[in-house]
């Protein structure tokens, strides 16, 4: 079993930037992928960014691409997410997952998630 607990959100203005961090514990040795979701009122999941944990690959949503970049700390078992020239359409609660097999974009195919982190962009 492994915990996940997202840190780092908040209230900020279009343009500004926010790091999110994700900390894992418990069994994260098998942990093959770590990624980045969020979910807006009344929408589904979306897939933001997700980073191999053994070479450190990175893949990212065409929505977030050149404003946001993920990373981890392989010795502290965190991942952030640092995220610049926010726009109002990023609100959302941001989730941390990971996943023990692949790295993927869909949302149902992780193991674990955080309880999330809200982050609001006003205009």
């Known amino acids: 079993q492994v915990q996940l607990a997202e840190s780092g959100g908040g209230l900020v203005q279009a343009g500004g930037s926010l790091r999110l961090s994700c900390a894992a514990s418990?069994?994260?040795?098998?942990?093959?992928?770590m990624a980045w979701f969020r979910q807006a009122p009344g929408k589904e999941h979306e897939f933001v960014a997700f980073?191999?944990?053994?070479?450190?690959?990175?893949y990212y949503a065409s929505s977030v691409k050149g404003r946001f970049t993920i990373s981890r700390d392989n010795a502290k078992n965190t991942v952030n997410l640092q995220m610049n020239s926010l726009k109002p359409e990023d609100t959302a609660v941001y989730y941390c997952a990971a996943d023990e097999t692949i790295a993927t974009t869909r949302s149902d195919e992780y193991d674990y998630w955080g309880q999330g982190t809200q982050v609001t962009v006003s205009s």
């Open positions: 418990g069994r994260t040795s098998r942990t093959y992928a």
């Open positions: 980073i191999r944990w053994s070479g450190g690959s990175t």
